[in-house]
């Protein structure tokens, strides 16, 4: 058998990166992880089914699944009986309404062509995330020769209190932090933007950092959404605004194991 001819300096130093940049994103995972005490082997077992869930949205067949994650096809129809039992059925509930909402800003489209969109959704979820967005309000029905949906309002924000809502609306941020993270270090686009500021705020000031948002981001970003309204060009975003304390982990357990030593004193 013949070796594999040895990498260029360009290559190991581009996979080297791919290494460090995956390694780096999964450092805040780990972070939790630590604080909730999740066993090793857990983290392991979530590891491989949000491997196996990302491929199958991408609508990657059982075989090619296995290819990439280089396993056995028993071991992906494991992943994929055990993605279903734990969380399949709460994500469809609360994540494909978002991902249609967004295939339709750019236009009005058929239940079909929403099919065809979304490979990974099973028969009959399309239909009932589009009865959830027009119960909603979020999303209006054309009637005519063929039956087309449209975003009734696009500047809905998906605020909910359900904590399944929002833990789907964290996969919303981590998705655009990938494609940002992606855009930065191996696209070279213009069109990813990441900036973190470290400062001082005091505690009567911090209500400005939320009005700063509602009253001159929020406005603006709906302006320039008014504006795109018909322009084929336009190019679909993500937006995610973040903020919190510095340490915030140290901090938030330090002050909750003063509370715990003072009951128990």
Avoid at 44 to 61: I, N
């Amino acid at each position: 058998m013949s070796e594999d001819p040895k990498e260029s300096p360009e290559q190991d130093e581009r996979k080297q990166t791919q290494t460090w940049v995956v390694y780096a994103l999964l450092l805040p995972s780990v972070r939790l992880a630590r604080l909730f005490k999740i066993p090793l082997r857990d983290m392991g077992d979530l590891l491989q089914m949000a491997y196996y869930h990302e491929l199958k949205r991408q609508g990657l067949k059982m075989r090619q699944i296995s290819d990439q994650l280089g396993v056995s096809m028993r071991k992906v129809a494991l992943l994929s009986k055990r993605l279903k039992h734990n969380f399949a059925a709460d994500e469809d509930k609360h994540g494909l309404p978002r991902r249609l909402e967004f295939a339709l800003w750019s236009g009005a489209l058929s239940e079909a062509r929403l099919q065809q969109a979304f490979p990974d959704a099973e028969p009959g979820q399309v239909r009932a995330a589009l009865e959830l967005l027009m119960r909603d309000g979020r999303v209006k029905e054309n009637r005519g020769r063929t039956v087309t949906y449209e975003v009734n309002r696009s500047q809905f924000r998906l605020v909910q209190g359900a904590w399944l809502a929002r833990v789907d609306g964290l996969n919303n941020l981590l998705e655009n932090l990938s494609a940002a993270v992606f855009g930065r270090f191996f696209d070279g686009s213009d069109e990813a933007f990441a900036r973190t500021l470290s400062l001082r705020v005091r505690r009567e000031d911090l209500p400005k950092m939320r009005k700063l948002y509602e009253e001159v981001i929020w406005p603006e970003l709906v302006k320039m959404d008014e504006a795109a309204q018909g322009d084929d060009d336009a190019q679909p975003m993500d937006v995610s605004i973040v903020w919190a304390p510095y340490e915030y982990f140290k901090t938030r357990r330090a002050e909750n194991n003063g509370r715990q030593e003072e009951e128990e004193s």
